[in-house]
């Protein structure tokens, strides 16, 4: 969520040609909102001016809005969901089947017209159906105008008012939001518990609000000098009359608009040199005041690692917010729970603020592959706070964590819809650590540096655009030169293992072979290290014929040897070296680590 100046080159991404075998087009939206909020009641009343693009070469009949405040209410979708799943979230549990009518969530549209003419539209939970009066072209743009009546529900799961911290309004996801269509057709997805997926485009938004209410969220406020709070220039005075502010935000080029609001937020703001202004927005409370304080200069150095090593944060302002119920990345903000340790606040920021690359500029759908945005966010944020906490071993509890879920029995594939695991736990463990250890398990395979620069070209080439995981993996082949598809393929859309192991170690006259075996289904190039018994050490690298290529060495002071290719379908593998086993004292498969072998004790031979 953060765009400026990037209207034109959204404009230009339509014309790009693909990388899938299609040529890459996306939809369009301009909205313009005006909100009139009654903190007393929470309830509010929206108008809604959506001018829409259909970018497609199809012709839309029909279109969906999604209504997400509707989960927040008795029997919804999200509220069954979460009392029959085995391991529900302890946020949500049974709370929604609790809420009266005064504290369920919803939004009702009371009028719908395109192009001035009224639309037929009825809801069912949380989507809007709307047959059109007329078709929309390709290339054609229609204006939608709307009224709605919206109540915040009390918080349970991210959106909502007075959380557990005392936030008054969480106001995400809270407003009619166009579903996306692309390639793969529409993604009118019920809200059920997780994970989003919007359309390009710009949004002015209007915020009438009592004037004792402090915002914070995406866009750049427009009118500072009438507000106050930090925001005004220096020096202004500023008076505040009547009893309400209009709040005039405006947010360039994301795909998606939150804003969160309390009479008691302070509110502090940080430059980043040469980058974008930091916002903190926080309650009055005395025992966080320190801890936020401290996260400011934290959170500079965390922009700056994220923007050298993916590509510059491309808006001006990001904000980090106390407000909904753990940690959310949203556009050009984050809302986080403040009452933390310092680490846990550093560690949450860093992840959420990661979070503005992957999902608010590289925007994958992450109901469908929720792993390139959990996955990669905690790929890089990890590597953050190891460089700005001193934290240790990035990847060590990723690869813990997925290799605890590859023996549990419980796993389903990457490619699980995020609303459709059978477990809560098994999903987490897929997006998150599955997700990390797949990246970083990627420099094992094409080397660091290939890795390094994958991420930078991925940035480059999608940035404000929606990729896939094959464009994913399009620019790593591209950058490194080897075919990549079967890594795709068995670790996001099965639930193959890696378990290679060394069987036998036999010398015959002077030479000695050794043999390796595959007892996994998933492919792996192999890195092998043999130490002899005088101290020195040697490395063999096992190429894996279906990558057609070897990566480059990353030991610059062992030596390496490129063995012969291993193809997949022959379980064992051997190779000979001229010298005896008595001058070998170890032999390791994967020295340094960094494949997710599920079976790690059958790994080493060790001569005794
Ligand atoms: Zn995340």
Redesign the pocket.
């Known amino acids: 969520m953060k765009r400026f100046l990037l209207i034109i080159s959204l404009i230009g991404a339509q014309l790009v040609s693909a990388q899938n075998n299609t040529s890459y087009w996306q939809q369009k939206v301009d909205y313009t909102m005006d909100i009139d909020m009654d903190v007393k009641t929470y309830q509010y009343k929206g108008n809604q001016e959506l001018v829409y693009t259909n970018n497609s070469p199809d012709t839309l009949h029909q279109v969906f809005y999604h209504l997400f405040f509707n989960a927040f209410q008795p029997n919804s979708e999200m509220d069954i969901r979460s009392r029959s799943i085995a391991d529900p979230d302890p946020r949500v549990k049974d709370r929604i089947s609790k809420l009266s009518p005064d504290e369920i969530g919803y939004i009702k549209v009371s009028s719908l017209k395109q192009n001035g003419k009224t639309l037929k539209y009825h809801t069912e939970g949380t989507v809007l159906e709307v047959q059109l009066n007329k078709p929309i072209l390709p290339g054609e743009q229609v204006t939608f105008k709307m009224k709605f009546d919206g109540q915040v529900p009390q918080q349970i799961r991210r959106s909502g008012r007075n959380n557990k911290e005392g936030v008054a309004l969480s106001m995400t996801q809270w407003y009619p939001k166009i579903a996306e269509y692309d390639f793969e057709g529409w993604h009118a997805d019920p809200y059920i518990g997780r994970e989003f997926h919007g359309v390009w485009g710009n949004f002015d938004v209007t915020i009438n609000i009592d004037k004792n209410y402090i915002l914070g969220g995406s866009g750049y406020l427009q009118n500072p000098n009438e507000i106050g709070y930090g925001y005004e220039t220096e020096g202004t005075k500023v008076k505040r009359k009547g009893k309400k502010l209009s709040w005039h935000f405006i947010a360039p080029n994301v795909h998606d608009f939150t804003w969160a609001a309390d009479p008691e937020y302070l509110h502090d703001t940080i430059q980043v040199p040469n980058g974008p202004t930091l916002h903190f927005l926080y309650k009055n409370t005395p025992e966080i005041i320190e801890n936020w304080k401290k996260l400011q200069p934290k959170s500079v150095e965390l922009i700056q690692y994220f923007s050298k090593h993916i590509g510059p944060y491309p808006y001006k302002q990001y904000s980090v917010i106390q407000g909904g119920d753990g ?1 959310m ?1 949203y556009a050009m903000c984050t809302l986080i729970t403040g009452h933390r340790s310092f680490g846990s606040l550093v560690g949450v920021t860093s ?2 603020m990661a ?1 503005a690359w992957f999902q608010h500029i590289l925007a994958t759908n992450e109901s469908k592959h929720e792993w390139m ?2 996955g990669f ?2 790929y890089i944020s990890n590597k953050a706070m190891s460089k700005v906490m001193q934290s240790k071993n990035p990847n060590a509890g990723a690869f813990k964590s997925y290799v605890r879920l590859a023996t549990s029995g419980i796993e389903q594939p990457q490619s699980t819809h995020a609303d459709r695991y059978a477990r809560n736990g098994a999903y987490g463990a897929a997006a ?1 650590s599955k997700g990390q250890v797949f990246l970083a398990q990627l420099g094992y395979i094409i080397g660091e540096e290939n890795l390094a620069k994958t991420l930078k070209r991925y940035y480059q080439e999608w940035k404000f655009k929606h990729p896939t995981p094959n464009d994913f993996k399009r620019i790593a082949e591209k950058v490194s030169q080897l075919q990549l598809d079967w890594y795709l393929t068995d670790w996001t859309q099965t639930t193959n293992v890696i378990d290679y192991e060394i069987t036998s170690v036999e010398t015959i006259n002077d030479d000695t072979t050794i043999t390796l075996q595959r007892n996994g289904l998933m492919p792996m190039p192999i890195d092998l290290l043999i130490e002899y018994t005088d101290g020195t050490k040697e490395l063999y690298y096992i190429p894996l014929r279906m990558m057609r290529g070897e990566k480059p060495s990353d030991s610059k002071n062992t030596k390496r040897t490129i063995l012969k290719d291993w193809d997949w379908a022959h379980p064992e593998y051997s190779f000979s070296i001229s010298k005896t086993k008595d001058l070998i004292q170890k032999i390791i498969i994967d020295p340094k680590n960094k494949m997710a072998d599920i079976n790690k004790n059958n790994n080493n031979f060790i001569n005794k």
Do not use: A, I, N
């Open positions: 940690g990345e992840h959420e979070h945005d959990e966010t905690s998150y």
